[in-house]
């Protein structure tokens, strides 16, 4: 019984310094805000021919993250960490998050080959999308925490509509990205965003391709 009390004791104090170790990591003196980027991958002009599609305008559909995130901010805001009194608030450094996940909606077209336009003016796809979900966050885990592999996660999820010829079909695309880290900065959340939106990007082409066989089998019905 008391080499068990023992190991206890020793189990309680290891999470107390990890936890006490982390909240300096996050700064140790209260909150503040890390500007990040979230580049466009694979950049491509706009094909000159191809299947038109229209790209709303995306609509922000996000809980709020963070309380401490004034309303004007929010738009900007993609989640952080804050533990007690301390930690870190994420924004993105020149885009709103609904217009950050339309301009890589755009270039995941581009890249499949479709021409996007602001206007249908014949054949052409309309998607509607809300966003559901753009964030960063660092859980934290004692054993991860314990062997220094404690984790960075991104998220980006939009709920999307594609009308085409009358019909119309619904999906959700979704990315998801994770970076160990040793330390808390703006480029380990970057490159956890950078793996969100490549899978974002795969996730919203399949969706695509998957809808253009649905609609092309149902035309030749």
Request: glycine share 8%.
């Amino acid at each position: 019984m008391r080499g068990t009390e023992t190991s206890f004791q020793q189990g309680e104090f290891m999470k107390s310094i990890i936890a006490a170790t982390l909240l300096l990591v996050l700064t140790g003196c209260g909150i503040r805000t890390e500007v990040v980027r979230v580049n466009v991958p694979d950049i491509r002009v706009n094909p000159e021919q191809g299947p038109v599609v229209v790209v709303a305008p995306v609509r922000d559909g996000r809980t709020t993250y963070f309380p401490q995130v004034a309303a004007a901010e929010r738009p900007q805001s993609i989640g952080g960490v804050i533990r007690g009194n301390n930690g870190v608030l994420v924004s993105l450094e020149s885009s709103t998050a609904p217009d950050k996940a339309r301009e890589i909606m755009i270039q995941a077209l581009r890249n499949m080959g479709y021409r996007t336009t602001d206007q249908c003016t014949g054949t052409c796809t309309e998607l509607e999308a809300t966003l559901t979900d753009f964030s960063v966050k660092m859980p934290m885990n004692f054993w991860r925490a314990a062997s220094s592999t404690q984790q960075m996660l991104a998220d980006i999820a939009v709920d999307v509509t594609a009308r085409k010829d009358g019909q119309a079909r619904t999906f959700t695309a979704t990315g998801h990205g994770a970076n160990i880290f040793q330390i808390v900065s703006r480029e380990n959340w970057e490159i956890a965003l950078e793996r969100a939106v490549r899978n974002f990007t795969s996730s919203l082409q399949q969706s695509m391709s998957e809808q253009d066989a649905a609609t092309g089998s149902k035309a030749q019905d």
